[in-house]
């Protein structure tokens, strides 16, 4: 087994992380619920499908992670920075994410529903096929390639409650 793959698979709800090195670690299909990992940084990881529910990853650097498929609800992803980040078909449903940098993150497909977008960089994300409601956007930054990538009703209201770049 490669040393990357030691948390693959695994049930690691119970786990404090607070010693372990996360950066470029495979921790697909694992069970992370309501792990902290507030202010870490864990980028270029793999965490698709992993189950995130509940977890604190406030202030985490999160650059280039993989996390397509991951069940993300209820999250707190407040001030994490995830540029370029993959949540290609997350379902990120009530996640806090106020204050995240989402510079570049493919959001296509991702179930956002009652998420908590305040303040957060939307410049270059992309939200095909995502699901949008009952967003707070407000003074959420954004740029037309954002919202050439967004449905019309949540384009409308991103437009009213956020600052274009």
Same mark, same amino acid.
């Given at each position: 087994?490669?040393?990357?793959?030691v948390f693959r698979k695994r049930n690691l709800s119970k786990v404090?992380?607070?010693?372990?090195?996360l950066v470029g670690r495979d921790l697909s299909d694992t069970n992370m619920?309501?792990?902290n990992l507030q202010n870490r940084d864990i980028h270029n990881a793999d965490m698709s499908r992993a189950d995130l529910r509940g977890a604190d990853m406030s202030a985490a650097i999160l650059f280039y992670v993989k996390m397509r498929g991951a069940d993300m609800r209820? *999250?707190? =992803?407040?001030n994490a920075k995830l540029w370029d980040a993959d949540l290609y078909g997350a379902d990120m449903r009530g #996640?806090?994410?106020?204050?995240?940098?989402?510079?570049?993150?493919?959001?296509?497909? *991702?179930? =956002?529903s009652n998420a908590n977008l305040n303040g957060v960089n939307l410049r270059h994300a992309n939200f095909?096929? #995502?699901?949008l409601e009952s967003i707070n956007f407000l003074d959420a930054n954004y740029d037309s390639?954002? =919202?050439d990538t967004m449905p019309e009703d949540a384009k409308k209201e991103l437009k009213k409650q956020g600052r274009e770049w």
């Open positions: 087994m490669d040393s990357s793959d404090n992380f607070e010693y372990e090195e619920k309501g792990v209820e *999250t707190n =992803l407040s #996640a806090d994410i106020k204050g995240a940098d989402l510079f570049y993150a493919d959001l296509r497909n *991702t179930d =956002l095909e096929g #995502a699901i390639d954002t =919202l």
